[in-house]
Every structure is written in structure tokens, then in C-alpha cells.
């Protein structure tokens, strides 16, 4: 490290997660920050390049680029690209530089990605565990892998929160998966009980019942934020679920319920393009399980 307290770090995937934690680590004083997507080239990829030269993070002209002179890479694309983005970097390392990545994939994704890596970069499992909106870098993570102990004084002091999980690559990543079986498949549980609700005409009677069984829940929240976070997100959503299907299986659990929970988030994800779920989505329950039952009732 050049400077503990201020290292070069390179973004590589600069989506929603890798702009918010850009923006944060900027906040905090971090100076030297690249980034590279593999949009960037694309017409697309100019709200992406934009968001960069605002926060103040360099805009890389290629993969290589971004990691050039650098101490730690972020990898934050999208789940089936993981492998890919290190692969893309791996021959440019030079002096080893920490490897965070924060993909939500599978252990055994994990740790190819590692063993792809090698002596190249010091590789560290993180497992990213609530949204990335508001706290941005100092979002909860949990890392694992033998480098995760060396670099947490380092993530420390750039006010990022985290918890060392264990020395083996893969265990952050497991906590992530496993746990998103439940989170998102109540998202998905959430989606078709009250889509059955609202056909019912029964919606609130439903809400209201659930708290016999589960009073500490605060429903008409829950139903407002699980089907927003899937109008939202359920793509993104599905291809992790699927990960969390990879590390079931690669556990010796069939994911019966997790494969459902990928169709039911996809479902979701495909509806939220629509402009008039992105209008009811800021309407409340109601109103976007009105306009997804409409939909569904058009098809």
C-alpha cells in the first residue's frame, strides 16, 4: 500500500453497487479511483461513464487499464459474469493487490475465482448483506479466505462494516446464499400470496390475519417493501437465486422452493420494466398488485 489509510482502488463493474461504493469511498477521502465496465463502449454505457466523471472516479479505457497501479480491485458485475471479470484483469496484476469480490455467487464460484486468480491478487470472499441504498460503502458485508483478516484494518479505516466470517474462501459467500433462500423467497412468498389476495378482493383481511402469526411484523410495510424490491430488482434477484440453487445442490439440498423463488423474482423483474408498474410502484400495494394483476390478465 501506498499509503494505508488512502489506496488505489479499481471498480470493475461499475453498476448501481459499484457507483454507491465509489461514491462513498470518494466521501471518505480515497483519491484514486478507476473503474471500467464492459458497457462503457456501448451507447449504454454512457449513463454509467457519467456517473463515474461525477463522483470524481476515473473512467478506464479497458479492463487492464483500470487495474493498472493499483492496491485493491472491487469486482461488482452481474452473477453469471463473475469468473469472466477476473479473468479479464488476471494477467495485468502486478504486486498483488487485494481482490474483493463482491458478487453474489456460489462457494464453488467463489473459490474458481480464487484459484483463477492464484498468487496474482490476494483474493477476499464478500458477501454484501442489505441494500447497497442508503449506507452505500458502509453497507454490512461479511468476508471471508485467508487474506480476509490482513485487509479488514485496512476496510476498517475507510469506515466500511464487516465481520471476518472465517479464513476459508467461500464461507462469506455461503452465509449470502443460504439466507437468501429465506429473504428473497418471502419476497416471493410475499408476491403471490396477496397477487391471490387482491383477485380475492381480500388483500387487507389477509395483511391483517398475518399478524396472528407473526406480530412483530409491521405486514402493510412488509407487502410495500418486498413487492417494490421485486418490481425493482427481481432480475437481479432471480440470477442470484439461482446461485443460491448452485450452492444448495452443491450442499446436497435439492432447491425445490429456491427454483420457484427464481421464477417468481423473474416474473417480477420483467413486470417492472413496464411504465405502469414503475408508476404503481410508488402508489403502494394496492396499487402496483392492481397493475400487475391487470397485466397478467392481458397476457
Not at 33 to 62: Q, T
Not at 113 to 137: C, E, F, S
Not at 147 to 152: L, T
Not at 178 to 206: D, H, N, P, W, Y
Request: proline share 4%; hydrophobic share 45%.
Amino acid at each position: 500500500m501506498t499509503r494505508r489509510n488512502t489506496p488505489r482502488v479499481s471498480f470493475i463493474g461499475f453498476g448501481e453497487a459499484g457507483q454507491a461504493i465509489a461514491a462513498g469511498l470518494r466521501e471518505t477521502g480515497i483519491e484514486r479511483v478507476a473503474a471500467w465496465d464492459i458497457l462503457f463502449p456501448e451507447a449504454v454505457g454512457a449513463r454509467l461513464k457519467a456517473a463515474g466523471e461525477s463522483i470524481g472516479v476515473r473512467v478506464a479505457k479497458s479492463a487492464a487499464d483500470a487495474v493498472a497501479e493499483t492496491d485493491m480491485i472491487i469486482s461488482a458485475v452481474t452473477a453469471a459474469s463473475s469468473v469472466e471479470a477476473a479473468r479479464s484483469v488476471a494477467p495485468h496484476l502486478k504486486g498483488s493487490p487485494y481482490y474483493l469480490d463482491i458478487n453474489s455467487v456460489s462457494p464453488g464460484r467463489k473459490q474458481e475465482t480464487a484459484k483463477l486468480l492464484g498468487a496474482r491478487a490476494r483474493y477476499v470472499d464478500v458477501a454484501v448483506i442489505a441494500p447497497i441504498h442508503p449506507a452505500r460503502h458502509k453497507t454490512p458485508l461479511l468476508i471471508s479466505g485467508p487474506h480476509a483478516e490482513a485487509i479488514a484494518p485496512l476496510l476498517n479505516e475507510l469506515e466500511m462494516k464487516l465481520s471476518v466470517v472465517g479464513a476459508e474462501t467461500g464461507q462469506a459467500a455461503a452465509i449470502k446464499m443460504i439466507r437468501s433462500v429465506m429473504i428473497k423467497g418471502i419476497e416471493a412468498l410475499t408476491a403471490e400470496c396477496f397477487m391471490a389476495a387482491q383477485r380475492a378482493g381480500i388483500v387487507e383481511e389477509v395483511a391483517a390475519s398475518l399478524k396472528n402469526n407473526y406480530p412483530g411484523l409491521d405486514w402493510p410495510k412488509v407487502i410495500d417493501y418486498n413487492l417494490e424490491r421485486m418490481a425493482s430488482h427481481g432480475i437481479r434477484r432471480a440470477d442470484e437465486m439461482e446461485q443460491s440453487a448452485i450452492t444448495l445442490t452443491e450442499l446436497g439440498i435439492a432447491p425445490l422452493m429456491t427454483n420457484g423463488t427464481v421464477a417468481r423474482q423473474r416474473e417480477l423483474g420483467e413486470l417492472g420494466k413496464r411504465a405502469d408498474i414503475k408508476t404503481a410502484k410508488t402508489e403502494g400495494r394496492a396499487a402496483i398488485l392492481r397493475a400487475i394483476n391487470t397485466v397478467k390478465d392481458n397476457h
